[in-house]
């Protein structure tokens, strides 16, 4: 199937990225090959830091280094706008008269700095958000309908490993890889993660993050614990099985 | 009387899809009138997203949604050759031997269905997916029922390709991509509310289901308040006792 191709490719377009620095998959890597996949001038990962704020995480560039600063400083910008939406925010012409409106000070500094078109995808999954992918280009016009798709196959390819950083030091496996086109199995994983945030008087985000934990430290699959949860043959308590979540958040 | 609720359907997709493009709830409608309108027990429809991949958007029970789910995974059955081919796939009595699906047989008899008429969401050349249709009994859809459903999904095809051909290409991207993850804030709330009620996820689902239509609110409006907590629908998150 070419849906199964497109994920496929995307996947070995990291894998590729990493093995020619001789080192193990790493969220940069995923970053490096997105920009180049869609012939970006750089591509910039963000974290939903404290308070909602944009935090960046990784840049591809010194272009990218320099719009995340921008962002950061200035607290307005694509990426920081998509953090915790549901939806990307897609800007084919940033020295437009709508673009400088929307960001009067951030959209003249970054067209000054050579970026023309930015796209911002939020790394989101339901009301979980964790942070944005974000792409840069130096010129005007849309994604294509191909880039698009690739670049939501690498947003999803990075979500787990910005989970991952959210979960702190000790998963250093590396996260399963991303599960777009598998969807069916996150289905039980969505609905699991909401039965463990009651479970734990907790946000979605620690549930979810429990949840993988105790498939790590059990060596089963994420769907086959969800599964678990879901037909009630498992429950998590709030003060044990700590693990999950002993590196969030401290 | 059963013809005025079709035409009545027809409206509604229509105006729904004008109004504003909350496709997960639209496609929810769109499942829930082929049961109460055609002689069906359960509907589901699967759509190609952005990435390429193919997607349930809406069932109309839980069974029909594990039912559709299953397909997907094993990449076999009726919905996904009717996606695939294009073209409408019918199966009377699903036991019946030769077996076109053996896994997908099994899997419907596991979910309580004995047959199935699928029908392509399509215009022309362009296909976005598939509406299915499932009875619980081993016989056919009526033909008149199959012509109406293809009728609605033709009506939902064009809706939705004449909305991206209307609209900004980046607006529509980025509603897509909110109904898409509305889908997963709605499996999230489905867990929320079985653990809060002690009950199922199949009966969380129907609670919030029957919550948003006697309210007049949208489902996943309805799913992102259970999540936030919010205080007016305390009567929907709190157990009766």
Known sequence: MATVDRAARVLAAINEVASA????VAVHHVCLACAAAVQASGVGLYL?????????????????????????????GPGTEALGEDHPVLVPALGSDSSVLRWPAFAPAAVAAGVSAVFAFPLVMGAISVGALEIHRGWEG???????????????????WVLDHLSGPGTADGPDLPSSGFEYRWAEVHQATGMVSVQLDSDLTVAFLRLRAHAYLTGRQLSQVARDVVERRLRFEPDTDNAGAAGFGG | MLDQRI????VELADTLVLGF???????????????LL??????????????????????????????????????????????????????DLAAAPQRWPQFAIAAREQGFAAVQAVPMR??????????LFRCLPSAVSAEDTAVAQSFANVATISILQLRALRHSEMVTEQLQTALNSRVVIEQAKGILAERRHISIAEAFTLMRTYARDHNRLLSQVAHAVITQAPDIADLTTSPT
């Open chain 2, 123 to 132: 215009l022309r050349e362009q296909i976005l997916g598939a509406l299915n």
């Open chain 1, 142 to 160: 849309e994604l294509s309908a191909a880039e698009l798709a690739e670049v939501l196959l690498f947003a999803d390819a990075a979500l787990p």
């Open chain 2, 22 to 36: 909350d496709g997960i709830d639209f496609l929810h409608t769109l499942t829930e009138r082929c049961v109460q």
């Open chain 2, 7 to 10: 035409s009545e359907t027809f």
């Open chain 1, 48 to 76: 939903m830091g404290e308070l909602g704020l944009c935090e960046p995480l990784y840049v591809t560039s010194h272009v990218s280094e320099q719009v995340a600063e921008l962002q950061v400083t200035l607290g307005e």
């Open chain 1, 21 to 24: 620095e001789g080192v193990p």
């Open chain 2, 39 to 92: 002689g069906v027990d359960a509907a589901g429809i699967l759509l190609i997203d952005q990435r390429g991949t193919l997607n349930l958007v809406a069932a109309s029970t839980e069974q029909a949604r594990l039912l559709e789910l299953f397909q997907l995974q094993n990449e076999e059955g009726p919905c996904l050759d009717c996606y695939h081919s294009g073209q409408g796939v019918a199966c009377v």
